[in-house]
């Protein structure tokens, strides 16, 4: 057991690292947007999931629109559905109380590795806690650093922080690039978040434009036929 | 007047004070709504797998909603704003490096706007 999570935390350092760039950029992001250090704190062990942070901070003002966020961290996340399901095999001799404490700890970057892995080899859950341990300390770091060095950030515009947050999702949005497949489904989306950007008031145009993307995503592979089954 | 003061200070730390018990109550909420997808995924396991239509949406949505939140930035940016994007995508995927298409996209955003 013990074994298993020491595995899994070395195994997890090289992506740890790459998320650091990352973590810097939300705790600088996150200072100049007003969350305070012990906010963000609270968001890294909470939440655990970059993009949704990066949402967060994003949408993050006085008043809280509360229910644009709420909506917007559960759409995002909806793909952590599809991740716990794939670890299915990976908890099938886990206790409940295993799973209940280590599912918390799957993010984007230590599940690839796991899964990576689990076609290799035979791993327990502790892999994953032990990947999960690794990022979150890299990302506590990482944020919390951010945050505090936030300060000697002065003039945003000219070091162009405010777009930081698009070219990071951006990289973020090349990684879900799946092809031809994607392109339309893309369009569609962009197409309907512009509009609804200018005739929605709020943040509903990120919702509208991406379940409208995803829903033709699936309409394409439902009548072409997916060629994954 | 000092009355008026007070109550005024008081009535301003009551208001940050709400806020701050707001935007926590919050980070909980939204972390456990997350939680809650990690667990239930776990749970539901292969009954998810059975709705492909269901599954392909989930699958999608990443990409669709990150898109949807960029776009209306990058067209009021203008055309740096695009060059600057198109680069970065084009990069993190050949590459699969974030650090260089961060540095490859800022590059260009901050290079328009301080000396073009």
């Known amino acids: 057991m013990k074994s298993n999570f020491i595995k899994g935390f070395s195994a997890t350092i090289p992506v740890g690292i790459s998320v650091c760039a990352y973590g810097l950029v939300l705790g600088v992001l996150a200072y100049s947007r ?17 993009s949704a942070q990066f949402l967060m901070v994003e949408l993050w003002k006085d008043p ?54 689990l076609k290799k080899e035979k791993i327990s859950p502790f892999f994953l806690f032990g990947g999960g341990i690794c990022l979150l300390m890299f990302w506590l770091g990482s944020t919390l650093a951010g945050h505090r060095f936030g300060v000697i950030v ?40 512009y509009i609804s950007f200018l005739l929605i008031p709020g943040q509903w145009y990120i919702i509208v434009g991406g379940l409208s993307g995803a829903f033709v995503y699936s309409l394409e592979k439902y009548f072409r036929g997916d060629k994954s089954e | 007047m000092h009355l008026y003061t007070l109550l005024k200070n008081i009535l301003e730390e009551i208001k940050v004070n709400s806020f701050d018990i707001l935007a926590i109550s919050l980070i909980i909420l939204t972390g456990l709504i997350t939680y809650s997808l990690r667990f239930g995924g776990l749970v539901t396991g292969d009954l998810l797998s059975k709705h492909k239509f269901i599954e392909n949406l989930i699958r999608a ?47 260009i955003i901050i290079m328009f706007r301080n000396f073009l």
Do not use: C
């Open chain 1, 64 to 117: 809280l629109p509360i229910t644009e966020m709420l909506f917007a961290v559960f759409a995002i996340n909806l793909r952590y559905l599809l991740i716990g399901a794939s670890l299915t095999p990976l908890f099938r001799e886990s206790s409940v109380f295993e799973k209940i404490t280590l599912i918390h700890f799957v993010a984007d970057e230590n599940w690839a590795v796991t899964m990576s892995r």
């Open chain 2, 61 to 107: 949505l990443p990409g669709t909603l990150l898109l949807s939140f960029i776009v209306p930035s990058i067209i009021s940016e203008g055309f740096p704003g695009a060059i600057s994007a198109f680069v970065t995508g084009v990069v993190a995927k050949k590459t699969g490096n974030v650090l260089l298409a961060l540095v490859a996209g800022m590059s």
């Open chain 1, 154 to 193: 002065s003039d945003t515009y000219v070091i162009g922080l405010d777009f930081v947050i698009i070219i990071i999702f951006t990289s973020l949005v090349a990684g879900f690039y799946d092809g031809k497949d994607s392109i339309v489904p893309w369009l569609v989306a962009a197409l309907f978040a």
């Open chain 1, 34 to 50: 007003g969350v305070t250090f012990f906010q963000l704190f609270l968001m890294d062990i909470i939440t655990f999931a970059g």
